[in-house]
């Protein structure tokens, strides 16, 4: 089974930072990659695919970058309605999460 | 608009059986490949079944295989999860996702599971 470990767990940032969370995959998933955001109480939502294509509608802020096992989410500039908790999924075999990374706004 | 709406949860005791259902509305549904995910209270996101447009292809995780039974009514337009010998690891929010070009692009708002006595 291939793993997903998503780091940091949390993370607080300022309003307009700059916020990068990673994802390492147990094994190589060349660009099988897409990174969520879940709100609570929500559904989680597509932000990116394939490691760097942005989701239709999503602000341009967002943006993904890696392949093989090492992926990065950025957050160009932090804005309020970015808390939430992201996760990276791998779609190269079968599916599997990252544990998530709740990023709070400080 | 393109819509996935999930029912069926609910309380059942342990040993027991639940029927999941999430209606599709606003696309094509036979032409999509669908999952059902989970998440636990608290917890992240666990991928629990998959099957093909056709139906005729499905996929399972070992923590829910053997167990667990996913179908598909293209006729109405209706994806099901059978949930038995339910276990109190298996409450969650359940949600169905769709798949369009190997990317899950549109979820339904969750129903919940609670497995207890």
């Known amino acids: 089974d291939i793993q997903m470990t998503q780091s940091p767990s949390t993370l607080s940032a300022s309003v307009g930072d700059r916020v990068t969370i990673a994802c390492r995959a147990s094994?190589?998933?060349?660009?099988?990659l897409a990174w969520y955001q879940q709100k609570p109480g929500k559904a989680p939502k597509l932000l990116i695919y394939?490691?760097?294509s942005l989701e239709s509608g999503v602000p341009s802020r967002f943006s993904g970058s890696g392949s093989g096992t090492e992926f990065t989410l950025t957050i160009s500039s932090l804005q309020p309605d970015d808390s939430a908790t992201y996760y990276c999924?791998?779609?190269?075999?079968?599916?599997?999460f990252g544990q998530g990374t709740k990023v709070e706004i400080k | 608009e393109v819509q996935l709406v999930e029912s069926g949860g609910g309380l059942v005791q342990p040993g027991g059986s639940l029927r999941l259902s999430c209606a599709a509305s606003?696309?094509?549904?036979?032409?999509?490949?669908m999952n059902w995910v989970r998440q636990a209270p608290g917890k992240g996101l666990e991928w629990v079944s998959y099957?093909?447009?056709?139906?005729?292809?499905?996929y399972y995780a070992d923590s829910v295989k053997g167990r667990f039974t996913i179908s598909r009514d293209n006729a109405k337009n209706a994806l099901n999860l059978q949930m038995d010998s339910l276990r109190a690891e298996d409450t969650a929010i359940y949600y169905c996702?769709?798949?369009?070009?190997?990317?899950?692009?549109?979820w339904g708002q969750g129903t919940t599971v609670t497995v207890s006595s």
């Open positions: 099957i093909s447009g056709s139906g005729i292809t499905t």
């Open positions: 996702a769709r798949v369009r070009s190997n990317r899950w692009d549109v």
């Open positions: 606003g696309f094509n549904f036979s032409t999509y490949e």
């Open positions: 094994q190589s998933i060349s660009r099988w």
């Open positions: 394939l490691a760097s």
């Open positions: 999924q791998q779609y190269d075999t079968y599916w599997t």
